[in-house]
Protein backbone atom coordinates (compact mmCIF):
# COMPACT_ATOMS: atom_id res chain seq x y z
CA UNK A 1 0.00 0.00 0.00
CA UNK A 2 0.83 3.43 0.31
CA UNK A 3 3.16 5.07 2.53
CA UNK A 4 3.89 8.27 4.21
CA UNK A 5 4.31 10.92 1.29
CA UNK A 6 6.43 14.16 1.48
CA UNK A 7 6.03 17.34 -0.53
CA UNK A 8 8.16 19.33 -2.07
CA UNK A 9 11.04 16.42 -1.88
CA UNK A 10 13.67 19.56 -2.24
CA UNK A 11 13.07 23.54 -1.31
CA UNK A 12 15.40 26.20 -1.88
CA UNK A 13 13.93 29.58 -0.20
CA UNK A 14 15.80 32.86 0.80
CA UNK A 15 16.30 33.74 4.25
CA UNK A 16 12.98 35.81 5.72
CA UNK A 17 10.63 33.74 3.39
CA UNK A 18 8.39 31.79 4.89
CA UNK A 19 7.46 27.72 3.72
CA UNK A 20 5.01 25.13 4.18
CA UNK A 21 5.47 21.40 3.79
CA UNK A 22 3.57 18.88 3.85
CA UNK A 23 2.67 15.45 4.66
CA UNK A 24 0.34 12.48 3.74
CA UNK A 25 0.29 9.90 6.27
CA UNK A 26 -0.30 6.50 5.62
CA UNK A 27 -4.42 5.94 5.74
CA UNK A 28 -6.05 5.09 9.10
CA UNK A 29 -2.87 6.21 10.92
CA UNK A 30 -4.29 8.45 13.66
CA UNK A 31 -0.16 10.11 14.97
CA UNK A 32 1.22 11.71 13.00
CA UNK A 33 4.85 13.39 14.12
CA UNK A 34 7.34 15.88 12.53
CA UNK A 35 11.33 15.38 12.83
CA UNK A 36 14.04 17.54 11.70
CA UNK A 37 17.55 15.97 10.46
CA UNK A 38 20.21 18.76 10.10
CA UNK A 39 23.17 17.13 7.82
CA UNK A 40 25.06 14.25 10.00
CA UNK A 41 22.88 14.17 12.45
CA UNK A 42 20.35 12.20 14.23
CA UNK A 43 16.31 13.03 13.86
CA UNK A 44 15.51 15.74 16.06
CA UNK A 45 11.66 15.35 17.47
CA UNK A 46 9.07 18.71 16.65
CA UNK A 47 5.40 18.22 17.02
CA UNK A 48 2.95 15.33 16.96
CA UNK A 49 -0.58 14.85 16.30
CA UNK A 50 -2.77 12.14 17.52
CA UNK A 51 -6.47 11.67 16.79
CA UNK A 52 -8.04 14.88 17.97
CA UNK A 53 -5.84 15.38 21.15
CA UNK A 54 -3.98 18.74 21.38
CA UNK A 55 -1.00 18.15 19.89
CA UNK A 56 2.55 17.80 22.15
CA UNK A 57 4.55 21.16 20.40
CA UNK A 58 7.59 20.58 23.36
CA UNK A 59 10.02 20.13 20.16
CA UNK A 60 9.77 23.05 18.41
CA UNK A 61 12.71 25.47 18.23
CA UNK A 62 11.07 28.83 18.14
CA UNK A 63 7.53 30.45 17.30
CA UNK A 64 8.64 30.98 14.07
CA UNK A 65 7.28 26.99 13.45
CA UNK A 66 3.93 25.78 13.36
CA UNK A 67 2.11 22.63 12.30
CA UNK A 68 -1.37 21.93 12.04
CA UNK A 69 -3.22 18.60 10.89
CA UNK A 70 -6.66 18.95 8.86
CA UNK A 71 -9.41 16.33 9.15
CA UNK A 72 -7.07 14.03 11.00
CA UNK A 73 -4.89 13.46 8.13
CA UNK A 74 -2.84 15.81 6.41
CA UNK A 75 -0.53 17.86 8.23
CA UNK A 76 1.68 20.90 6.68
CA UNK A 77 4.45 22.04 8.75
CA UNK A 78 5.01 26.01 8.11
CA UNK A 79 8.34 27.78 8.90
CA UNK A 80 8.28 31.73 9.10
CA UNK A 81 10.86 34.05 8.29
CA UNK A 82 13.58 31.13 7.61
CA UNK A 83 16.82 31.14 8.89
CA UNK A 84 19.82 29.58 7.53
CA UNK A 85 19.72 27.44 10.87
CA UNK A 86 16.60 26.07 9.39
CA UNK A 87 18.33 24.30 6.72
CA UNK A 88 17.72 20.52 7.57
CA UNK A 89 15.52 17.49 5.78
CA UNK A 90 12.05 17.30 7.63
CA UNK A 91 10.85 14.30 8.08
CA UNK A 92 7.05 12.69 8.36
CA UNK A 93 6.13 9.56 10.41
CA UNK A 94 2.74 8.43 11.15
CA UNK A 95 1.70 5.49 13.27
CA UNK A 96 -1.80 3.29 13.59
CA UNK A 97 -2.05 5.12 17.19
CA UNK A 98 0.18 6.79 20.06
CA UNK A 99 -0.39 5.66 23.69
CA UNK A 100 0.58 3.37 25.98
CA UNK A 101 1.76 0.53 23.66
CA UNK A 102 4.08 1.12 21.18
CA UNK A 103 3.23 0.76 17.44
CA UNK A 104 6.16 1.26 14.71
CA UNK A 105 6.57 4.77 13.03
CA UNK A 106 6.32 4.84 9.37
CA UNK A 107 8.44 8.00 8.24
CA UNK A 108 8.26 9.67 4.93
CA UNK A 109 11.33 10.28 2.50
CA UNK A 110 11.54 13.61 3.71
CA UNK A 111 11.63 17.41 2.31
CA UNK A 112 15.05 19.11 2.13
CA UNK A 113 14.87 22.15 2.91
CA UNK A 114 17.74 24.99 1.62
CA UNK A 115 17.55 28.24 3.29
CA UNK A 116 20.19 30.69 1.38
CA UNK B 1 29.82 5.17 19.57
CA UNK B 2 30.04 8.54 20.15
CA UNK B 3 29.34 11.34 17.82
CA UNK B 4 30.81 14.87 17.50
CA UNK B 5 29.73 17.49 15.32
CA UNK B 6 28.98 16.33 12.01
CA UNK B 7 31.12 13.29 12.48
CA UNK B 8 29.00 10.11 12.23
CA UNK B 9 30.85 7.45 13.64
CA UNK B 10 31.74 4.96 10.83
CA UNK B 11 32.10 0.82 11.02
CA UNK B 12 33.38 -0.54 8.40
CA UNK B 13 33.09 -4.80 7.29
CA UNK B 14 34.07 -7.26 5.18
CA UNK B 15 30.80 -8.76 3.09
CA UNK B 16 29.83 -11.56 5.30
CA UNK B 17 31.23 -11.15 8.26
CA UNK B 18 29.33 -10.15 11.57
CA UNK B 19 28.66 -6.25 12.34
CA UNK B 20 27.95 -4.74 15.65
CA UNK B 21 26.51 -1.39 16.10
CA UNK B 22 26.35 0.22 19.33
CA UNK B 23 24.43 2.98 21.07
CA UNK B 24 24.35 4.74 24.39
CA UNK B 25 20.76 5.83 25.69
CA UNK B 26 20.03 8.42 28.16
CA UNK B 27 16.90 7.62 29.92
CA UNK B 28 16.37 4.71 32.20
CA UNK B 29 12.66 5.51 32.14
CA UNK B 30 12.82 4.73 28.63
CA UNK B 31 10.21 1.91 27.78
CA UNK B 32 11.00 1.23 24.01
CA UNK B 33 14.26 0.74 22.17
CA UNK B 34 14.07 0.65 18.54
CA UNK B 35 16.89 0.63 15.66
CA UNK B 36 16.18 1.97 12.21
CA UNK B 37 17.96 2.06 8.91
CA UNK B 38 18.31 5.19 6.92
CA UNK B 39 19.66 4.63 3.26
CA UNK B 40 20.90 7.86 1.05
CA UNK B 41 17.89 10.46 0.65
CA UNK B 42 15.43 8.16 2.00
CA UNK B 43 13.52 8.15 5.28
CA UNK B 44 13.89 5.92 8.23
CA UNK B 45 12.96 2.19 8.33
CA UNK B 46 12.12 0.02 11.18
CA UNK B 47 14.44 -2.90 12.00
CA UNK B 48 13.48 -4.50 14.92
CA UNK B 49 12.65 -3.20 18.74
CA UNK B 50 13.02 -4.27 22.16
CA UNK B 51 11.14 -3.53 25.05
CA UNK B 52 12.84 -2.55 28.44
CA UNK B 53 11.69 -5.74 30.12
CA UNK B 54 14.00 -7.96 27.77
CA UNK B 55 17.49 -8.24 27.04
CA UNK B 56 17.40 -9.96 23.72
CA UNK B 57 15.85 -9.93 20.77
CA UNK B 58 16.35 -11.81 17.48
CA UNK B 59 15.52 -10.89 14.22
CA UNK B 60 16.22 -12.12 10.93
CA UNK B 61 19.86 -11.57 10.76
CA UNK B 62 19.63 -9.05 13.21
CA UNK B 63 19.85 -9.14 17.09
CA UNK B 64 19.29 -6.76 19.63
CA UNK B 65 21.00 -6.35 22.96
CA UNK B 66 19.78 -4.12 25.74
CA UNK B 67 21.73 -3.69 29.12
CA UNK B 68 19.52 -1.31 31.71
CA UNK B 69 22.61 -1.44 33.44
CA UNK B 70 24.96 0.98 31.70
CA UNK B 71 22.26 2.62 29.45
CA UNK B 72 23.59 0.55 26.29
CA UNK B 73 22.14 -1.14 22.96
CA UNK B 74 23.35 -2.90 20.50
CA UNK B 75 22.51 -4.23 17.08
CA UNK B 76 24.19 -7.18 15.66
CA UNK B 77 23.81 -7.76 12.04
CA UNK B 78 24.95 -11.25 10.71
CA UNK B 79 26.42 -11.73 7.48
CA UNK B 80 26.60 -8.31 6.19
CA UNK B 81 26.05 -7.65 2.79
CA UNK B 82 26.51 -4.87 0.25
CA UNK B 83 22.47 -4.04 1.20
CA UNK B 84 23.44 -3.39 4.87
CA UNK B 85 25.38 -0.34 4.00
CA UNK B 86 23.41 2.61 5.33
CA UNK B 87 23.50 4.84 8.67
CA UNK B 88 21.66 3.15 11.66
CA UNK B 89 19.90 4.90 14.19
CA UNK B 90 18.98 3.91 17.38
CA UNK B 91 15.39 5.59 19.24
CA UNK B 92 13.89 5.01 22.58
CA UNK B 93 10.80 6.19 23.88
CA UNK B 94 10.98 8.05 26.62
CA UNK B 95 6.53 8.91 27.26
CA UNK B 96 3.14 8.07 26.44
CA UNK B 97 2.74 8.58 22.63
CA UNK B 98 5.51 7.21 21.15
CA UNK B 99 7.67 10.24 20.98
CA UNK B 100 11.43 9.22 20.27
CA UNK B 101 14.52 10.47 20.72
CA UNK B 102 17.39 9.47 18.35
CA UNK B 103 21.07 8.61 18.55
CA UNK B 104 23.12 10.28 16.49
CA UNK B 105 24.06 7.97 14.32
CA UNK B 106 26.50 5.01 12.68
CA UNK B 107 28.09 4.79 9.32
CA UNK B 108 27.61 1.20 8.11
CA UNK B 109 30.17 0.74 4.97
CA UNK B 110 30.37 -2.51 3.75
CA UNK B 111 33.39 -3.76 1.44
CA UNK B 112 32.76 -6.25 -1.13
Known amino acids: GAGVSQSPSNKVTEKGKDVELRCDPI?????LYWYRQSLGQGLEFLIYFQGNSAPDKSGLPSDRFSAERTGGSVSTLTIQRTQQEDSAVYLC??????????????FGPGTRLTVT | GESVGLHLPTLSVQEGDNSIINCAYS??????FIWYKQESGKGPQFIIDIRSNMDKRQGQRVTVLLNKTVKHLSLQIAATQPGDSAVYFCAERESWGNKLVFGAGTILRVKS
Open chain 1, 93 to 106: ASSPFAGTVYYEQY
Open chain 2, 27 to 32: NSASDY
Open chain 1, 27 to 31: SGHTA
